[in-house]
């Protein structure tokens, strides 16, 4: 068995993602996006994209497709297309033309006349950091303030006075987009009542409730596949734009329809990251032990206040063993698009705040950053009674100082030639987390065995886990296993996000597989079986009894089974009263700045992590080595400029810079293997997002090791290190 089973398909360009898919008599739509920021649109003329060649339809708020509000369980509202005349920021989809091809349609699209009543547009964070509103709670389930305060403190201000040294220093971070490298797109065909959609999104289960709940249908009315996802990030959670207008149309003009959003149009169409302002005070003994943390935070929000940008709820309220905290966030709702989850939400940006205060106060203390940080190590979040299940963060850092030569660092770099050397190091922390997930098992007649569930592989590579737990569970080798997902007829997964899927997927599988056993055993002792009336037990593939033992498909077609099948079903349980959990690591990151030209190169990286169980290590390894990279991009590449009109001037990925292969160097992923078992039975833990969480934190406090310049913003440009 390969290491990653849909490699070849992948590499070979034989995996055929959403919009691969074709249908006789298919049809194209483009979809049509706003030019202002705010305002309301006044008409559309829409005669000449009508009359132009090949066009079918134009759909606009004034003639708009079927499409009902959606909310959906756990994850609530959703913004549906086409729905009201307002226009809350630049590029939000405002119309569908539909031709006999792409071409066609996207040159009716451009014959489309919007006029607008125009508003002021709010469009930078920094700019509305006066006019903050106080978050809701109930946008993630911690609470968006949070005072912890030890016995004789009064407030947190109280506690910074006792505290000998003080830290107080504020950290921006910018806007980020998923740009997958799959768009945002859908092949939607609607034929006899049904409707079938292939759209790459995290979760084909949700997919579907979604479009049924748009389009007012039974949910057995939809099926949504997406084998194959071309990245998702977390951008691919809720149902997409061209997914819902395809969906509609294809039920309105009866007819297979095809849709998908430019690569520009995904910079606004889809969702992003947050822009974010975090004030950071830090108060500690002369030893380094932390007497006071306060973490204010500002995240941009789109006008709908759909998201918010968690960046002191997870972050400072658990990293540090503190005697008093105090976190607060507050969002800024602009005329910018959405703001959704992306890749290690919350604390990805909240990461760089953290780490970077910590630095600092490392060296006002004169204190080795590693050694500042195991002083402070927690046993428990604060204010919270439950220990950690699992926590070797120590040895990750035992480690990684070890490899990577931390020794050798000096307080203030050093120069090799023309540049500038300092190396930097941060805390990983990303929540373990799991959802309700059900997984089928099937045990055939050949010897083989299946296992099923709707979740989606957006390439972290959870179909390949499936085969090795299904393999495991069942005790037979990978090759007899076929693992199936994306396809919303299957067992519902849930979504593919928060780094959850192997816990919640896997853990499903050995429930599956425990309970098909079962029956297995069952019908091989039952009367006129081969085993009847025997005790037998399973193992190696086979049942075994008092006369012998045979393959279960020697059992299955003994009793003229051509299959069984057992769902099995895993949540979140009782465990989460015992223990609090948590991935952790550390990154170590060596970048050089040209003495001249100030340029910033990261020339070495290593991130040792503590996530439990390893199930495909090539997988972990790719995963954590894709965070880093995206933390590099964070913390030296990537961002959103946005005209004070809230148009983004780099909505390409000529402009959106993210790294190359030139950017970076060989990445050190190291494990430390502790299974936890008191987290799921498969002992695994996440190991996805946190592979960025710290890293811009890692590069900006080498940054500062090799330069003295202490950047507080991401990304960190030339010209900030003039
Ligand atoms: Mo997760 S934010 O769905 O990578």
Redesign the pocket.
């Known amino acids: 068995m390969p290491a990653r089973l849909d490699a070849p398909l992948k590499v070979t360009g034989s995996a055929k993602y959403g919009v691969d898919h074709n249908f006789p008599g298919m049809v194209y739509g483009y979809v049509v996006v706003s030019t202002i920021a705010n305002g309301e649109i006044e008409s559309m003329d829409v005669t000449a994209a009508k009359s132009a060649p090949g066009v079918l339809a134009v759909y606009s708020p004034f003639d708009p497709l079927a499409l009902a509000p959606v909310a959906t369980p756990m994850l609530g509202e959703t913004w549906v297309p086409l729905r009201d005349t307002e226009v809350a920021y630049v590029g939000q989809p405002i119309g569908f033309v539909v031709a006999e091809t792409f071409e066609q349609a996207r040159d009716a699209a451009m014959l489309v006349e919007v006029s607008y009543r125009e508003r002021p547009a709010l469009t930078s964070l920094e700019d509305g950091l006066d006019t903050a509103v106080e978050a809701a709670p109930g946008h993630t389930d911690a609470p968006p303030t949070l005072t912890v305060l030890e016995d004789g403190i009064d407030s947190i201000d109280d506690a910074f006075a006792a505290s000998p040294v003080v830290v107080d220093a504020t950290y921006h971070t910018a806007p980020q987009n998923h740009t997958p490298m799959e768009p945002h797109s859908a092949v939607a065909v609607w034929e006899d009542g049904t409707l079938t959609v292939y759209s790459g999104n ?1 979760g084909s289960d949700l997919q579907a409730y979604e479009l049924a709940t748009a389009l007012e249908l039974d949910p057995s009315a939809v099926r949504a596949l997406n084998p194959f996802v071309g990245g ?3 951008g691919k ?1 809720r149902t997409s734009a061209p997914a819902f207008l395809a969906a509609a149309a294809s039920r309105a003009l009866g007819k297979p329809v095809k849709a998908s959003l430019t690569r520009e149009q995904v910079f606004t169409a889809t969702a992003g990251r947050a822009a974010t302002v975090q004030r950071i005070t830090l108060g500690a003994e002369r030893d380094g032990t932390l007497v006071a943390l306060r973490h204010d935070s500002w995240c941009s929000t789109d006008i709908a206040r759909s998201f918010i940008e968690p960046t002191s709820h997870g972050t400072s309220r658990e990293w540090y063993a503190t005697r008093n905290l105090a976190i607060s966030q507050k969002i800024v709702p602009l005329n910018l698009p959405p703001t959704t ?3 290690a ?1 919350g604390e990805a940006p909240g990461s760089f705040a953290l780490e970077s205060a910590m630095d600092e106060l490392a060296e006002a203390l004169g204190m080795d950053p590693i050694e500042l940080r195991q002083r402070n190590n927690s046993l428990a979040p604060p204010g919270k009674d439950l220990q950690w299940s699992s926590k070797h963060l120590d040895e990750c850092f035992r480690i990684g100082a070890e490899r990577f030569g931390w020794s050798e660092r000096a307080p203030r770099g050093r120069a090799e030639g023309d540049w500038l050397v300092g190396m930097g190091v941060a805390v990983a922390m990303f929540p373990a987390l799991r959802f309700p997930a059900s997984v089928g098992v099937t045990l055939n007649a050949d010897d083989t065995a299946d296992v099923g569930t709707s979740g989606a592989d957006p390439g972290t590579g959870l179909l390949t886990v499936m085969a090795m737990v299904g393999a495991e569970s069942l005790d037979i080798p990978a090759a007899r296993i076929t693992p199936r997902l994306g396809d919303s007829a299957l067992p519902a997964g849930g979504m593919s ?2 780094s959850t899927a192997t816990a919640s997927a896997g853990t499903a599988i050995m429930a599956g597989a425990a309970q098909v056993i079962d029956e297995l055993l069952a019908l091989a002792s039952a009367p006129g079986a081969p085993f009847d009336g025997e005790e037998t037990t399973y193992a190696d593939g086979r049942v075994h009894g008092a006369t012998g033992s045979m393959t279960f498909g020697e059992v299955l077609r003994a009793v003229g089974r051509s299959s069984i099948t057992a769902v099995g079903s895993t949540a979140p349980g009782e465990e989460m009263t015992k223990h609090s959990f948590s991935s952790f690591g550390a990154h170590f990151a060596e970048v050089r700045v040209h003495r001249l030209t100030r340029e910033a190169r990261v020339s070495r990286m290593l991130g040792v992590f503590d996530g439990g169980r390893v199930i495909n290590p090539r997988a972990a390894r790719s995963q954590l080595e894709g965070g880093m990279i995206w933390g590099v991009s964070a913390a030296l590449h990537e961002g959103f400029e946005v005209e004070p009109s809230g148009r983004f001037a780099n909505a390409d990925l000529a402009g959106y810079l993210v790294p190359v292969n030139a950017d970076i160097p060989e990445i050190d992923v190291q494990f430390v293997e502790y299974p936890d078992t008191l987290h799921n039975d498969l002992g695994a833990r996440g190991l ?2 946190i592979g960025t969480v710290g890293v811009a934190a890692a590069v900006a406090n080498a940054i500062h090791n090799a330069t003295g310049i202490r950047v507080r913003h991401i990304p960190i440009r030339i010209e900030d290190l003039l």
């Open positions: 995290q998702a990030f977390g959670g989850f992306m890749r939400p996000g928060g996805g997002e």
